[in-house]
């Protein structure tokens, strides 16, 4: 009934949860010295003996057991509740440092929206797993034992006959459990799901209404709720349906078991004190195991929860993104070479990249092209250490950056693509992003020399001009040039530049790439263009062709060809020309 791999998550939190069932224990024999109290009193009365002058004591024991009560329920919910809120923090930094591990990849794996439900709502549910479930457990084995004690020498028939009914409870919870699992991962898939379809639905909430699909969508999501409601009616029957069946057994157990008692008590072979121990605790018998019960249904939910959750945790780890700690990135990078990379997407047989050998010189720009899909993007991304599981070598130098940590590799290279995010906050915090060394002087500088200075003079409060949310009050070319204003803002030795000119006017596109063709005086910088007309002046162009390179030398020596780039630079120049 307990999950030993949940269990054993806890590290420090085990002492507490111990601590609280201890407390519990505790706070029970309170209780039974408590019902000893009244019992002797309803004796006294009963047998006429007692007597006025005894009400200070009884009177000061009640409230010394009140007190003691009180003090234990305080300490219990202050165990509970620091050892839930570290639980919660524990597995939230599990999930995040597993998100943070697997990088960009973390998508394939799960949606973020499956990702952020449970990590929110699942490990929420896992708190009432772990503060609630988990010490109940072990209170009620050692609960019914204790009260089984205390009263088997008044009538150890009816003690026993208790004792034989209580199984019963946690019996009827196994039974249930099997149930419970298939309708409980029901419900969670479906909870998912339809997590999924709302956030993607409104994120193309503005697509589906320019197409008219809005009503149509809205129906599946209608769909995809209803399932959710009957998995949630069928869950809560379920529950409510044990819960039935755990009274009953509690309640026919209790009633046995005092009848019993009661009939001992008429032929007197109980004494009075004995009968009213039997009334007040033959319910304690089966008050623990059916809490437990009560609880167990909302600990499934976690624990059901926690299997994705530990799905998640257990895809491999990139050993080599663990083990880097130590290597040093050397300060200039001269050269990054690629020796026989081939890399497959996840889930996906063919190799996207296969056998790519080129090398990229500082002081030399290196550009790639080629077809839509033909794998350059790909390339990019693995060159700036988003995907790490590809075959072959990249060096950087002689570093091989498979022994470097992901946080190496950014430190040193700079990728700017489509996915390159604006923050809904002013200019200047997007260009500094924190970097307190930047000054006022500088942002203006670069932004001179992205051309954007004088849009930004024209805007309120200039550098203080707040954006939404990736930028989409600026202007497309205004926002790529921000981007790569950011970009040159910082020190780095690699820049890869993915598409970056798309936006841009023809005079902006001329400011850009001699920004980019100086960049490159000093650094490795890797240009992917669909533009081949501002690639004349590159040192070497790369032509990929279904993920293998096609093409590789000098502009000049590959206009002697009558290759891909011949040919898409003489189609360009002529729809120029037809322009003009
Ligand atoms: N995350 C992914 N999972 C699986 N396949 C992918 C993924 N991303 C891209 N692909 C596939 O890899 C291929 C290459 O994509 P890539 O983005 O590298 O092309 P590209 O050369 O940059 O194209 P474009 O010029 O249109 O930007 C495509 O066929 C695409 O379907
Ligand atoms: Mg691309």
Not at 43 to 50: A, R, S, T
Not at 318 to 343: H, N, Q, R, Y
Not at 364 to 370: F, P
């Amino acid at each position: 009934m307990i999950n030993k791999r949940l269990f054993n998550l806890m590290t420090n939190q085990k002492k507490k949860i111990y601590g609280i069932v201890v407390f519990r224990l505790i706070n029970l024999c309170n209780s039974i010295i408590f019902y000893l109290l009244i019992a002797n009193i309803i004796n006294q009365i009963y047998l006429n003996q007692f007597a006025l002058k005894k009400v200070p004591f009884f009177t000061l024991a009640i409230l010394v057991i009140i007190l003691i009560k009180i003090l234990l329920n305080h300490w219990i919910s202050n165990l509970s509740f620091t050892s839930s809120s570290q639980l919660r923090l524990a597995i939230r930094d599990k999930i995040f440092a597993k998100a943070f591990q697997l990088g960009p990849s973390t998508k394939n794996h799960l949606s973020i929206s499956a990702l952020t439900q449970i990590s929110v709502d699942g490990v929420e549910q896992l708190e009432v797993y772990y503060a609630q479930f988990i010490p109940q457990f072990f209170y009620s084995m050692i609960a019914s034992l204790i009260v089984f004690f205390s009263l088997v020498t008044y009538d150890w028939q009816a003690a026993i006959t208790l004792l034989i009914c209580v199984p019963l409870i946690p019996i009827s919870i196994m039974t249930i459990m099997k149930i419970a699992k298939k309708i409980l991962s029901k419900y969670w898939n479906n909870y998912l799901n339809l997590g999924e379809v709302f956030f993607e639905n409104l994120q193309g909430l503005t697509t589906l209404k320019v197409y008219q699909q809005d009503q149509h969508y809205h129906q599946k999501m209608n769909l995809a709720a209803e399932k959710f409601r009957k998995a949630t009616m069928s869950l809560l029957s379920m529950q409510l349906n044990s819960i039935t069946i755990m009274d009953i057994i509690a309640y026919t157990g209790s009633a046995i078991g005092i009848s019993i008692a009661l009939y001992h008590f008429s032929l007197g072979q109980l004494s009075i004190i004995g009968a009213v121990m039997f009334l007040l605790l033959s319910a304690e018998f089966f008050i623990p195991l059916r809490q437990l019960g009560s609880l167990f249904h909302v600990a499934m939910t976690g624990i059901s929860a926690a299997d994705k959750l530990f799905d998640f945790l257990d895809l491999p780890n990139d050993e080599s993104k663990l083990s880097s700690a130590d290597s040093v990135v050397s300060e200039a990078i001269g050269l990054l070479k690629i020796s026989k990379l081939s890399f497959s997407y996840l889930n996906e047989k063919q190799a996207m990249l296969q056998d790519i050998n080129f090398s990229a010189k500082k002081g030399q720009l290196t550009a790639i092209i080629g077809k839509s899909g033909s794998g350059k993007s790909t390339l990019a991304s693995i060159l700036s250490g988003f995907f790490y599981n590809y075959q072959g070598q990249i060096n950087w130098d002689s570093q091989n950056l498979s022994e470097l940590s992901a946080q190496q590799i950014f430190n040193t290279v700079d990728l700017i693509n489509s996915d390159s995010f604006l923050f809904s906050k002013s200019i200047r915090e997007n260009l500094c992003l924190g970097d307190k060394h930047i000054n006022e002087k500088q942002l203006w500088d670069i932004l001179e020399r992205v051309n954007l200075a004088d849009d930004i003079r024209e805007f309120p409060n200039q550098l203080d001009y707040q954006l939404t949310e990736d930028g989409s009050n600026l202007s497309g070319g205004q926002r790529q040039r921000l981007l790569i204003a950011r970009t040159l803002l910082r020190d780095k030795q690699i820049y890869i530049f993915d598409e970056i000119t798309s936006s841009l006017d023809l005079e902006n596109e001329k400011i850009i790439m001699k920004e980019i063709y100086n960049l490159s005086k000093n650094k490795i910088v890797i240009l992917i263009s669909h533009r081949l007309y501002n690639l004349l002046d590159a040192a070497q162009i790369i032509v990929l062709e279904n993920g293998k390179i096609s093409e590789h030398g000098h502009p000049e020596a590959l206009l002697e060809n009558n290759g891909f780039f011949k040919t898409v630079l003489n189609e360009e120049q002529s729809i120029l020309k037809g322009g003009q």
